[in-house]
């Protein structure tokens, strides 16, 4: 049978089943998804690639699902370091994008950012961010997944001048891209703070009507959480809390709370290195997962983590989880891949689509290579990835069977040209507010 690519690879680790690692296995690629994955030898056999790849000492895994980002932020980085957050964004972040955020910066901005989390193996990101229809764009020109939020805020920006303007442009927007193959549209309203009751109770009415996600900052701090009512208990008397929620952060959880969130099916994207960073506080992540909460990763936007790198994200998740359970046991290398991927895609509804290497879902896949002397010598491919490996090992990546990046270069950007593009907004964003 003829079929586009065909991968030999020393390991595949599919996710699913949990914990398995197949050795010196082929996987098939045929018109965007994974078509099949066999021993070497039989694939040999039974399939002709157009495209053949050898990767004898490379770990297949699925591609990295960064489930909270603000990726046009990237251009942030690094330029108000070492501040909480309320001091961060209302001294700093906030007023720079009153000054300097349009269409121009979140276009190179994204670029940025897709560059970066292709490189480090992310196939698939989920976004909170002004100008959506532009990150979307560049989403598309690039090849890569994306759930582009339809942002909404109390207050006027750049992009909107109040809650019905964001709500009109964000739904246009669904409009337009509701046939995009690799594109998704959830609901993304800040946090509880800056979102009014009646943007909220419009949100889940449509949220419902479309079948669409909401994606929301909640529970990120001890000072949100002080005042007054506690905003989850608001979010559940909204009617917000349900199978379709993503909560991002919840630093600050009572047992109470965990069950609740638990019995209603939300999902929470934990982002840990953000966190540290801002001394928001600790998601309680064993308890959570325990619970049976469905736990995914995210990086936050690269203002406050200072990258994109989800490898070190899951690291970072593993080790902070084991200090606050008091639990050497607690997330595990594979319950943290799992957390990157898996989990990632099922709090954004696209489980069925990718996620894992299944036969059949999309081929969303990243390639590591594992002989470098930092991953030397190797017992177990999985806890070697998440305690040892780092990005600069990831070597080949591809969306829906399309190769973005091969051989460690990107292949939809030009590296460059966005160089000097990054120079001149790095001019711009050093000059006095």
């Given at each position: 049978?003829?079929?586009?690519?065909?991968?030999?690879?020393?390991?595949?680790?599919?996710?699913?089943?949990?914990?398995?690692?197949?050795?010196?296995?082929?996987?098939?690629i045929h018109?965007?998804?994974?078509?099949?994955?066999?021993?070497?030898?039989?694939?040999?056999?039974?399939?002709?690639?157009?495209?053949?790849e050898n990767l004898d000492s490379h770990a297949l895994i699925p591609g990295?699902?960064?489930?909270?980002?603000?990726?046009?932020?990237?251009?942030?980085?690094?330029?108000?370091?070492?501040?909480?957050?309320m001091d961060w964004l209302e001294k700093h972040i906030w007023p720079l994008e009153q000054k300097w955020v349009n269409d121009t910066f979140v276009r190179t901005g994204t670029?940025?950012?897709?560059?970066?989390?292709?490189?480090?193996?992310?196939?698939?990101?989920n976004d909170m961010y002004f100008f959506p229809e532009v990150t979307a764009h560049q989403a598309i020109q690039h090849g890569i997944r994306a759930n582009i939020g339809l942002i909404m805020i109390d207050f006027p920006t750049a992009w909107a001048d109040g809650p019905e303007q964001y709500m009109q442009k964000g739904l246009a927007l669904h409009d337009e891209l509701r046939h995009e193959p690799l594109l998704r549209t959830p609901f993304a309203p800040h946090a509880p703070y800056t979102v009014s009751d009646e943007p909220l109770r419009q949100i889940s009415t449509l949220a419902d009507e479309l079948n669409l996600p909401i994606h929301m900052h909640v529970h990120e701090?001890?000072?949100?959480?002080?005042?007054?009512?506690?905003?989850?208990?608001?979010?559940?008397?909204?009617?917000?809390?349900?199978?379709?929620?993503?909560?991002?952060?919840m630093t600050q959880l009572t047992t109470g709370e965990i069950n609740k969130f638990?019995?209603?099916?939300?999902?929470?994207?934990?982002?840990?290195?953000?966190?540290?960073?801002?001394?928001?506080?600790?998601?309680?992540?064993?308890?959570?997962?325990?619970?049976?909460?469905?736990?995914?990763?995210?990086?936050?936007g690269a203002a406050s983590n200072n990258d994109l790198d989800m490898l070190s994200e899951m690291r970072t998740a593993a080790l902070l989880a084991k200090g606050v359970a008091d639990d050497a046991?607690?997330?595990?290398?594979?319950?943290?891949?799992?957390?990157?991927?898996?989990?990632g895609a099922k709090a954004l509804g696209i489980?069925?689509?990718?996620?894992?290497?299944?036969?059949?879902?999309?081929?969303?896949?990243?390639?590591?290579?594992?002989?470098?002397?930092?991953?030397?010598?190797?017992?177990?491919?999985?806890?070697?990835?998440?305690?040892?490996?780092?990005?600069?090992?990831?070597?080949?990546?591809?969306?829906?069977?399309?190769?973005l990046l091969k051989n460690n270069q990107l292949t939809t950007l030009n590296l460059q040209d966005l160089q000097s593009e990054i120079a001149l907004w790095q001019q711009k964003l050093s000059s006095p507010l």
């Open positions: 049978m003829q079929v586009d690519t065909l991968i030999n690879a020393r390991w595949i680790i599919p996710v699913e089943p949990h914990e398995v690692i197949l050795e010196h296995q082929a996987l098939v018109e965007g998804n994974i078509l099949d994955i066999l021993p070497q030898q039989q694939a040999q056999e039974k399939y002709q690639a157009a495209q053949l990295f699902i960064n489930a909270h980002t603000h990726i046009a932020m990237t251009l942030f980085r690094g330029i108000a370091d070492d501040l909480p957050l670029d940025l950012a897709i560059a970066e989390m292709l490189r480090g193996g992310t196939t698939c990101f701090t001890k000072f949100e959480v002080s005042q007054g009512e506690r905003p989850l208990k608001r979010l559940h008397t909204l009617g917000l809390i349900n199978p379709a929620f993503i909560a991002v952060h638990a019995q209603a099916g939300a999902h929470i994207v934990h982002c840990p290195e953000s966190n540290l960073k801002l001394a928001s506080g600790f998601c309680p992540v064993q308890k959570c997962l325990e619970a049976g909460i469905n736990v995914a990763l995210g990086t936050d046991s607690a997330v595990s290398a594979a319950t943290a891949l799992r957390m990157a991927t898996l989990n489980d069925g689509i990718t996620g894992s290497l299944t036969i059949g879902k999309a081929a969303d896949i990243c390639a590591l290579s594992l002989a470098e002397i930092e991953t030397q010598p190797l017992y177990n491919a999985t806890t070697q990835i998440v305690y040892s490996a780092s990005r600069d090992q990831v070597s080949d990546v591809w969306v829906a069977g399309k190769r």
